[in-house]
């Protein structure tokens, strides 16, 4: 069954049981500030999954374009994609658990649907813990559907009770809509990996295809879970994985949807078969496709250093440094791309609407690429002169001139210099942990990440407070703040729209402290200790017995500008901001104002 009948039959299949077919969203959420890619279909849904009521009704489905960063790593295997298209069907406080899983079983065996053999499919449900018990009622459901095709489906034969990490969902952002989930696997028939080997396993024996979700808690910022106002189903099946098995293919690589793109970067690349460099060509291809879909979404994201165009250009560059490494020559991103978007527009008409954009946004990012890596090179030439090139350094040419590992080796080989490839990972991975953070999720709360951006604007803060204290007075305290890789938010209590000169006198003082360079300390210290020595700060709750006092001061003088209670992190000096900006002064609610400001910019 090619990918284009999967597609229909799914949503005729959800359209007989009463559910309306709803569009593919956008892959840039336009509400959900909590994630930079809408990941899964429930990602638009969230306000009718807590209670605002659908247009469209009561029981949707779609076919919904994802992004997913988290599988980078994995990409290049033979299951995980960067992009893909996830078939989803909702009830929104209509049906639960025993209706979802009966449709769920007859989709998959059905004769007129996928007709899968019942021996192939295995189950997992949640095993249950402190916030929500075993799921019994799944199990026993799952049994029903197996003893319809004789089969006695045992606990931990056929269905398997796995815990949080496995079988529960939450959207990616932390808080929101979650519960327990029920998941379908198909077994390839490969031999087990160890005897212990079991749906779950990721040796490729088991492949999950489909997810169904029991939405029945709203997780809060606190981390408690709230039973929501209606029980909802989310369910989610990849397109390209189902597709993929139901040909009895052991990788999406291998169906349809990419044999024509795969087919293109082996000729465009030159690749000879004895050489084939599989899973690089997998990678390009996937990679292509995410960067072709997230171009071509209507929203006209560009490559860039900041959220959705960082993933962007992240992306576009890994790939023409993949292409470089299988020895392809310059300029066939483009070309490659041009298949993606014949393989899609039949489906996707805005990948042809905007296909000029999305070529030359290509083009010109591998120009800036190309670019870069001269640069890359004269840097390397400087590094090399010593006749040593550290971890370090290796990584500075990797995370600012976009050099590959290998090809600093390589280039040091040449010029008989040696480096410590472990060096090298070890700040590789340092900084692989410090981007999930800033990338994967937008905020977590206050702070979003310990960037460095974000270190600086919440150093910012602290002189914001301090700055608006001494021009209104000291009425003025902390309400609220977010902060995100771009801007400040700070909420206080002032009652009055603040003046022209007001606004220029904070930002006078902040700027006066940046140039005088004022450095930033923190001592530990008891509670009370922190009040008597001045410190601002949320007393009564959120913090323990001893806390962290922050001091912003003149190093010369002792003069303090600034002194708050507060977790950290911050930067050493407040040079390191280089200036102050208030881009925005409005009122936030009665008697509270807002400011919102940025670090760094002219
Ligand atoms: N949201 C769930 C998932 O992504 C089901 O759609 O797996």
Same mark, same amino acid.
């Given at each position: 069954m090619k990918a284009e009948e999967l597609r229909?039959?799914?949503?005729? =299949?959800?359209?007989?049981? +009463?559910?309306? &077919?709803?569009? #593919?969203? #956008?892959l840039i959420p336009e509400n959900d500030p909590t994630v930079l890619f809408t990941t899964a279909g429930m990602h638009p849904l969230v306000p009718f999954l807590l209670g605002e009521t659908h247009p469209a009704g009561k029981r949707l489905a779609n076919i919904q374009k994802c992004i997913r960063t988290t599988d980078i790593e994995e990409v290049g295997d033979s299951w995980h994609l960067t992009f893909f298209e996830? /078939?989803?069907?909702?009830? /929104?406080?209509?049906?639960?658990?025993?209706?979802?899983?009966?449709?769920?079983?007859?989709?998959?065996? +059905?004769? @007129?649907?996928?007709? &899968?053999? $019942?021996?192939?499919?295995?189950?997992?449900? =949640?095993? +249950?813990? @402190?916030?929500a018990p075993r799921d019994e009622e799944s199990i026993s459901f799952w049994q029903e559907q197996y003893k319809k095709s004789g089969m006695d489906a045992r606990l931990d034969e056929r269905i398997f009770a796995l815990p949080k990490k496995d079988n529960w969902w939450g959207p990616a952002g932390e808080t929101g809509p979650c519960g327990p989930d029920t998941e379908m696997f198909y077994d390839t028939g490969k031999i087990k990996c160890l005897p212990s080997c079991r749906p779950g396993c990721g040796c490729g024996k088991y492949v999950e295809i489909w997810n169904d979700v029991f939405m029945e808690f709203n997780k809060t910022k606190e981390g408690r879970f709230i039973p929501l106002k209606q029980k909802n189903v989310d369910t989610g099946m990849g397109l390209e994985r189902t597709s993929a098995v139901l040909q009895g293919y052991d990788s999406v690589y291998k169906t349809e949807l990419f044999n $024509?793109?795969?087919?293109?970067? &082996?000729?465009l690349a030159f690749i000879r078969n004895e050489t084939y460099p599989e899973q690089k060509i997998r990678l390009i291809a996937d990679h292509t496709r995410a960067v072709v879909f997230i171009l071509g979404d209507n929203k006209m994201i560009v490559p860039a250093n900041i959220e959705q165009g960082y993933i962007l250009r992240r992306l576009i560059r890994i790939t023409l440094r993949t292409l470089k490494q299988i020895g392809s020559p310059d300029f066939v991103l483009d070309k490659i791309a041009k298949t993606v978007i014949d393989t899609y527009k039949k489906n996707y008409p805005e990948l042809q609407k905007n296909e000029s954009f999305i070529l030359e946004q290509l083009q010109k990012e591998e120009k800036i690429f190309i670019r870069t890596l001269e640069k890359g090179l004269k840097e390397f030439n400087k590094m090399a002169r010593d006749k040593k090139i550290t971890g370090k350094e290796a990584f500075i040419l990797f995370s600012t001139y976009g050099f590959p590992f290998e090809m600093t080796r390589d280039l040091a080989k040449e010029s008989g210099i040696e480096i410590n490839p472990a060096e090298f990972k070890k700040e590789y991975e340092n900084h692989q942990k410090m981007s999930r953070l800033? %990338?994967?999720?937008?905020?977590? +709360?206050?702070?979003?990440?310990?960037?460095?951006? %974000?270190?600086?604007?919440?150093?910012?803060?602290? /002189? /914001?407070?301090?700055?608006?204290?001494?021009?209104?007075? @000291?009425?003025?305290?902390?309400?609220? #703040? @977010?902060?995100?890789?771009?801007?400040?938010? =700070?909420?206080? #209590?002032?009652?009055?729209?603040? %003046?022209?000169?007001?606004?220029?006198?904070?930002?006078?003082? &902040?700027?006066?402290?940046?140039m005088r360079a004022f450095a930033v300390k923190f001592e530990e210290m008891s509670l009370d200790d922190a009040k008597n020595s001045g410190a601002l700060g949320l007393f009564e709750h959120k913090y323990g017995d001893r806390v962290k006092v922050y001091t912003i001061y003149d190093e010369k003088t002792g003069e303090v500008f600034s002194r708050e209670v507060c977790g950290g992190p911050h930067v050493n000096n407040v040079k390191e901001l280089k200036n102050f900006r208030i881009i925005k002064e409005e009122a936030s609610s009665a008697g509270i104002r807002r400011i919102k400001a940025v670090v760094g910019k002219n």
């Amino acid at each position: 069954m090619k990918a284009e009948e999967l597609r229909k039959k799914y949503l005729d =299949f959800f359209k007989s049981h +009463g559910h309306a &077919i709803i569009p #593919s969203a #956008s892959l840039i959420p336009e509400n959900d500030p909590t994630v930079l890619f809408t990941t899964a279909g429930m990602h638009p849904l969230v306000p009718f999954l807590l209670g605002e009521t659908h247009p469209a009704g009561k029981r949707l489905a779609n076919i919904q374009k994802c992004i997913r960063t988290t599988d980078i790593e994995e990409v290049g295997d033979s299951w995980h994609l960067t992009f893909f298209e996830m /078939l989803g069907n909702w009830s /929104l406080g209509d049906y639960f658990k025993k209706e979802a899983i009966e449709m769920s079983w007859e989709f998959l065996t +059905g004769k @007129n649907w996928l007709g &899968i053999d $019942p021996e192939k499919i295995y189950v997992t449900v =949640f095993e +249950g813990d @402190n916030d929500a018990p075993r799921d019994e009622e799944s199990i026993s459901f799952w049994q029903e559907q197996y003893k319809k095709s004789g089969m006695d489906a045992r606990l931990d034969e056929r269905i398997f009770a796995l815990p949080k990490k496995d079988n529960w969902w939450g959207p990616a952002g932390e808080t929101g809509p979650c519960g327990p989930d029920t998941e379908m696997f198909y077994d390839t028939g490969k031999i087990k990996c160890l005897p212990s080997c079991r749906p779950g396993c990721g040796c490729g024996k088991y492949v999950e295809i489909w997810n169904d979700v029991f939405m029945e808690f709203n997780k809060t910022k606190e981390g408690r879970f709230i039973p929501l106002k209606q029980k909802n189903v989310d369910t989610g099946m990849g397109l390209e994985r189902t597709s993929a098995v139901l040909q009895g293919y052991d990788s999406v690589y291998k169906t349809e949807l990419f044999n $024509p793109i795969i087919k293109k970067i &082996i000729e465009l690349a030159f690749i000879r078969n004895e050489t084939y460099p599989e899973q690089k060509i997998r990678l390009i291809a996937d990679h292509t496709r995410a960067v072709v879909f997230i171009l071509g979404d209507n929203k006209m994201i560009v490559p860039a250093n900041i959220e959705q165009g960082y993933i962007l250009r992240r992306l576009i560059r890994i790939t023409l440094r993949t292409l470089k490494q299988i020895g392809s020559p310059d300029f066939v991103l483009d070309k490659i791309a041009k298949t993606v978007i014949d393989t899609y527009k039949k489906n996707y008409p805005e990948l042809q609407k905007n296909e000029s954009f999305i070529l030359e946004q290509l083009q010109k990012e591998e120009k800036i690429f190309i670019r870069t890596l001269e640069k890359g090179l004269k840097e390397f030439n400087k590094m090399a002169r010593d006749k040593k090139i550290t971890g370090k350094e290796a990584f500075i040419l990797f995370s600012t001139y976009g050099f590959p590992f290998e090809m600093t080796r390589d280039l040091a080989k040449e010029s008989g210099i040696e480096i410590n490839p472990a060096e090298f990972k070890k700040e590789y991975e340092n900084h692989q942990k410090m981007s999930r953070l800033a %990338t994967e999720v937008r905020f977590k +709360g206050g702070l979003a990440d310990h960037t460095e951006k %974000t270190t600086k604007l919440h150093t910012a803060t602290h /002189l /914001l407070q301090a700055a608006l204290r001494k021009v209104l007075g @000291n009425h003025v305290c902390q309400k609220g #703040s @977010n902060i995100t890789s771009e801007r400040l938010r =700070f909420d206080f #209590s002032h009652d009055k729209k603040m %003046t022209a000169e007001q606004i220029n006198e904070t930002e006078i003082l &902040i700027n006066q402290a940046i140039m005088r360079a004022f450095a930033v300390k923190f001592e530990e210290m008891s509670l009370d200790d922190a009040k008597n020595s001045g410190a601002l700060g949320l007393f009564e709750h959120k913090y323990g017995d001893r806390v962290k006092v922050y001091t912003i001061y003149d190093e010369k003088t002792g003069e303090v500008f600034s002194r708050e209670v507060c977790g950290g992190p911050h930067v050493n000096n407040v040079k390191e901001l280089k200036n102050f900006r208030i881009i925005k002064e409005e009122a936030s609610s009665a008697g509270i104002r807002r400011i919102k400001a940025v670090v760094g910019k002219n």
